[in-house]
């Protein structure tokens, strides 16, 4: 990159008024706000490219002025105007090339074209300058300008002079966000588009139609608002309690806000790629229009989560309609790229369908997989007619593939370095990696979501190039995404706890030189951008900055509590009931108290406490009590489990339990059963709102002994010694639980530790029995 060409003309205005001060002009008595030093070592998120210190800091305050030439320049101008503003409550105003103290924003054509996004950042102690050769460049040059300020809190700032030249790894920056299972409003989407922006993110993939619900406004197919965009949300859910009506879930975008939205994203560089996921996840669809699906019969509307049956049917009308809705979408979305999905086609009603068949029969396609692959192929034809490009998850790949369609790979990176060596583009989003409907911690206050982790770290760590492939292959990856997938998020405010802060590390693995990562290094920044998230009202999750305590009981009234910080920052705590500060003790190694004890404890990045305290309190009676997040899942089902939210209250809280859908068990390791006489048990009930598909083999029931299966306690582990059952009642009582004492005749005095298993029997489906705690009742 060349250095750019400095027009210090302020400097010159700045020594002027010192001198003007000198001669003895009476200074003005002005309040004089305090200067916030910003960090020696700038908070920046993502990590730029390349980052030299001067000697110096520019100070930042209501006098500093803004300079920009041209009507790029000044829309930066304005963007970072107001970014400013919400961190600091100033806007800087646009001023003539001589005003001083100054930030100058410049488009410089001196600088190469062939780098796009890319910008030089100059802080000096006279002024400061951001250049770029196009807007998008000059524009995160910008951010990264706001980010120094907002290191640090307050009116003034002080920033360090340093130089920075920056250009991001990939032009593939993406988020993808799920409204199908549910719905975001248009200022919830734009918060999220500004929150990406400053993230340097640039493309949102906006996940549109799906077996739950069809969120696209499309006047010609009237039935696509009217009947696929609403679901009656199983169980309580979809039951008005004060009338007894059914309560439908419905939304879906206008034309006109899809375009506001398309609009709003490309102010801040960022390019919506819209899904119109098929041939499968098209319930919706298929309720409103049963003639394009394969059977011929009327679904409603899926009110379940999983994979599906329905597929779109191969008929022509079906392609008429496809491509009637594909040509509004080209209409609507100007992005490069329309994602048609491919994701989880279940062929079983293509096999069953006739029509299907000889259809098939008539092109001479061999088998269902192909004919998806033909399927797919069309659409990019039809698509390419448009001057669009195909994008679709890795399924595409199966059975062939034209070479320009370009493939998002999330079943690992398997189908990504599959399609680069086949020679297609390819966005990096594998599910363990970059799933965030993945829970980030193993706090019991995470919101429903799937408990398999998919840590800060874990979405820091992942390297979108895999090493396997050749210098040319690796030129396919365009790029990488996280997805943001939402059965199991029924509000913005869990979207955003999921979202943030692992959109942080997204950023910097999207944005940032692999060379620069470095995930401890990232952890010192991240306070500084957990400040930013506050001053944009940003949910994010506080369970990363948690303290999570765990006992041990030792002999008499001892006990060993274990204290750990999710993401390993420093832990402070107290044991006399008062709030930890920077002062109290930190957190080596276990504690030893007596029982009872209470620890308070929280995370601290330097003197800073990182969330508020996390109180914990034991005593020997929580000592027998374990609930669903403290007990193992039985087997290890991994990804299997799920997080899951009561269908009711249908307004207010509801309670949420871990359980394995596979195979409702729970395991208390090393329960101790010495003097105990029973088990009382609390059970939740869920529906059972799941399709499994191919799937379904694999889930187990044990035999139920009475008509709605019984509570059976096995000890020895969840393959070990029946010792106890209880038969479970038709349903649970008015506050949706019920509560059973299971005697433990056998457990003697010296029964000792044991791993106890509990297990709700019977195939209770339409709904299933969850545990949500269990407490051992001393003789
Ligand atoms: C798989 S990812 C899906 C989605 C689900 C997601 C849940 C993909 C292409 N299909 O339909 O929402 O898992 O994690």
Partial sequence: MKPIRRTWRLALTLSCCTLLAACGREPEPAPVPPVAEATARPALIPAPASLQSREGSFRFDRGTHLVADGEAARRVAVSFAGLVATTHGVTPALAGADAAPAITFAIDASLPADAPEAYVLEVAPQGVRVAAADERGLFYGAVTLWQLLSSAQGEAVRIPALRIEDAPRFGWRGLMLDSARHFQSVEQIKQLLDAMAWHKLNVFHWHLTDDQGWRIEIPQYPKLMDVAACRIPAGEAGTDPVSGQTRPYCGYY????????????????????????????????????????????????????????????????????????????????????????????????????????????????????????????????????????????????????????????????????????????????????????????????????????????????????????????????????????????????????????????????????????????????????????????????????????????GDGDASTVTLENPLGYAIRYTTDGSDPDADSPLYEAPLQAPLPVEVRAAAFAGTTALAPASRHAFDAARLRVRTDEQMATCPDTGRLLLRLEDDGPPDGERAIFNVTIFRPCWLWAGAELDGIASAKVRLGRLPYYFQLAHDEPARRFEPAQSPHGELLLRTGGCEGEPVASLPLPEAPGADGFIELDLPLPDAGADAGRTDLCLIATGDTRPTMWVLDRVELVPR
């Fill in 254 to 553: 206008t034309q006109d806000q899809i375009r506001d939205i398309v609009a709003y994203a490309a102010q801040r560089h960022i390019t919506v790629v819209p899904e119109f996921d098929m041939p499968g996840h098209v319930q919706a669809v298929v309720a409103a229009y049963p003639e394009y699906g394969s059977l011929g019969d009327t679904p409603a509307v899926s009110n379940e989560w999983g994979v599906h049956q329905y597929l779109f049917n191969v008929d022509e009308p079906t392609f008429a309609f496809i491509e009637d809705v594909l040509d509004e979408i080209v209409e609507l979305f100007p992005a490069p790229y329309i994602h048609i999905g491919g994701d989880e086609a279940v062929k079983d009603q293509w096999e069953q369908s006739e029509r299907v068949q000889a259809r098939m029969a008539e092109l001479g396609i061999a088998d269902e997989t192909a004919l998806q692959s033909w399927f797919v192929k069309r659409l990019e034809t039809y698509l390419e007619g448009k001057d669009r490009r195909l994008l679709g998850w890795d399924e595409i790949l199966d059975g062939g593939l034209p070479p320009q369609a370009t493939v998002m790979s999330w079943r690992g990176t398997e189908g990504g370095i599959a399609a680069a060596r086949a020679g297609h583009d390819v966005v990096m989003t594998p599910a363990e990696s970059l799933y965030l409907d993945y829970l980030q911690t193993g706090s019991p206050n995470e919101p429903p979501g799937r408990p398999a982790q998919v840590t800060l770290q874990t979405v820091y760590d992942f390297e979108p190039v895999p090493a396997v492939l050749t210098p040319a292959q690796r030129n396919h990856i365009l790029g990488v995404q996280a997805n943001l997938w939402t059965e199991h998020l029924r509000t913005w405010p869990r979207m955003q706890h999921a979202l943030f802060p692992r959109v942080a590390a997204l950023a910097e693995s999207a944005w940032s030189p692999a060379g620069r990562k470095d995930y401890a290094d990232f952890l010192t920044r991240l306070p500084a951008q957990l400040a930013r998230y506050r001053a944009f009202g940003i949910a994010y999750a506080q369970t990363p900055f948690e303290v999570l305590a765990d006992v041990e009981a």
